[in-house]
């Protein structure tokens, strides 16, 4: 079944529900929003898909997307489903190197995209030496073959869409690049469909619910399932810097009541409410996703939500979801557990979802039968089977060999994560496999390290690294301009006291300071490691 299969539905049965929300800032600060409805957006997907295939497209091209969130944003993502073309999604704020290497390695033939990109086509030539058809998302076409504005203004044909396979490729979307190169993940129609319906499940989300996506594709999902999807007032490329008065606007101002983005926004978004004494009443789900979610955010959003909850679920752009926590279950029964260094509980696996803990290996994995699976309480690599696994990666055979096991009952992906599961089949995650730190003596795990350190209330958050062939710390303070030296000298003694209560991190006698912590691009919260390991051995730490 075509994912567009979904929208088309909706506007039969909602035709005059008003679909997305655009917010428009006025000089008083109040905001005006534009809309269009769910046959509105149904017709002009219908037209832009007639168009793209008018102008040259052939079903199956890959279609470079690069298009800010807007009222045409989401037509032109379902028009490239009914058209049966495949578009690319690659973050922008991953590098410029990284950028064109992904646009190389993928080759798609159409583009669709901003001023800058198509710039950037001029420049970076052989990047996009296969591109045939360009479109412009602007009034101006910046040397692009058409512009959007001129596909919307053209006629509108039939465009047959419904008889495409579970099976036939969707999209492709590339990792961030956080945790190794970006790798381009293949998506079919039927995987979008299953999360569709399983996210729908999970929450229990009907049309009477509104949305506000602080990723932008997460839109879609729920647009597919006939909510009223609000844009926010936000850059989502850099979602660290988001403006929380803002969020907090639109949100009361639609009376939202499902909200999910990074972890970095909804800090944000608790700190200016708590310090404003505001609540958030028609809000039932905060979904965090993209890292682990510390304690005291639970907590704010507690004083905040007064009808609802705050969720994590569990996954990656390969599977998801994996398994779904909720933050008062959190706080109740697993908050201390998670304080003394045992991992982070990220809840029981979804329906339909199966997970196994399997001696870490870096080798590849060919059959499941050569696995060796790990007892309960036992930490290891983390493997998953379930309706939304994908297939593989983009013309890249080496890491699907490296990321698939395969089974009799079913692909299995190995999520690059370390973890347990508990006496209760509670999954607990302990950070990615990358970032364990292990010689000859000993092993110690990045989640359950930090938290002893996470724990003094100074400490913003901390990072385990190798230095000098040593496990060592690196520790971000909540205020790190308000300290004098001798006071960081004594926060560290304090910090290896403190330690010294743990069997793991009782011989960690190495502390760095860093004034901030190099992140991902897409979440703006996984911490970089690595890189603050090499900053450590190049002295560049206090």
């Known amino acids: 079944m075509n994912i567009a299969w979904r929208l088309k539905k909706q506007a039969e049965i909602q035709p005059q529900k008003i679909a997305v929300k655009f917010p428009k800032r006025s000089y008083g600060g109040q905001y005006q929003y534009s809309s269009i409805t769910f046959q509105e957006l149904d017709h002009e997907s219908d037209k832009l898909a007639y168009q793209l295939l008018k102008k040259g497209a052939k079903r ?48 798609p033939t159409v583009m669709i995209a901003e001023s800058e990109v198509q710039l950037a086509r001029k420049l970076f030539s052989k990047s996009f030496e296969n591109i045939c058809l360009s479109i412009s998302t602007g009034k ?49 129609h039927g995987i979008f469909d299953r999360q569709t319906s399983m996210l729908q499940e999970l929450f229990s989300l009907t049309p009477s619910d509104v949305d506000i996506p602080g990723f932008p594709l997460f839109s879609l ?3 597919a399932m006939g909510l009223t999807s609000v844009i926010p007032d936000m850059d989502p490329r850099h979602p660290a810097q988001c403006n929380p008065e803002a969020l907090v606007k639109n949100i009361l101002d639609n009376k939202a009541t499902f909200i999910a983005g990074s972890p970095a926004i909804w800090e944000r978004v608790a700190d200016f409410c708590v310090s404003h004494h505001l609540t958030l009443p028609t809000v039932k789900y905060v979904v965090m996703f993209g890292a682990p979610v510390r304690s005291e955010l639970h907590e704010k959003f507690q004083r905040i939500l007064t009808l609802g909850d705050t969720y994590t679920p569990y996954g990656a752009t390969e599977c998801l979801p994996v398994s779904l926590a909720n933050g008062k279950a959190l706080l109740r029964e697993t908050k201390e557990k998670s304080q003394k260094g045992h991992g982070t509980c990220i809840g029981l696996p979804v329906p339909g979802v199966q997970v196994k803990i399997i001696k870490a290996t870096d080798e590849e994995i060919s059959n499941l039968d050569k696995i060796e699976e790990l007892k309960s309480g036992e930490i290891g690599e983390i493997i998953v089977t379930g309706p939304t696994v994908t297939p593989g990666y983009d013309g890249n055979d080496k890491a699907t060999l490296l990321a698939k096991i395969q089974s009799n009952s079913g692909l299995w992906h190995r999520m690059g994560d370390v973890g347990y599961l508990d006496e209760k089949g509670e999954l607990w995650f302990c950070g990615r496999k990358g970032h364990v ?17 996470n724990n003094h209330p100074e400490v913003l958050r901390s990072a385990l690294i190798k230095y000098a062939n040593s496990p060592a710390l690196v520790v971000q303070l909540k205020n790190p301009k308000s300290y004098s030296c001798d006071r960081r000298e004594q926060i560290k003694k304090e910090l290896i006291a403190q330690a010294q209560n743990f069997d793991h991190t009782k011989n960690i006698k190495t502390i760095f300071y ?11 919260i996984k911490i970089d490691r690595q890189k603050l390991g090499q900053m450590a051995t190049e002295g560049k730490l206090l």
């Open 60 to 107: 199956g091209d890959r279609v470079l997307l690069f298009m800010r969130p807007s009222l045409h944003f989401h037509a032109m993502v379902f028009a490239l489903y009914k058209a049966r073309l495949v578009p690319v999604m690659i973050d922008p704020g991953m590098g410029r190197k990284n950028l064109l290497n992904c646009i190389k390695q993928c080759k």
């Open 140 to 188: 101006f076409k910046f040397g692009a073959d058409y512009s959007m504005i001129e596909l919307l203004h053209g006629e509108t044909g039939a465009v047959d869409f419904e008889q495409t396979p579970d099976d036939e490729l969707a999209a492709i979307l590339f990792t961030s690049g956080g945790t190794g190169a970006p790798k381009g993940v293949l998506y079919t």
């Open 221 to 223: 999902f729920t647009l």
């Open 437 to 453: 730190y292990r010689d000859s003596t000993q092993v110690k795990y990045s989640i359950p390290t930090e938290a002893i350190y």
């Open 514 to 524: 860093a004034k901030s912590f190099p992140v991902d691009v897409r979440h703006n």
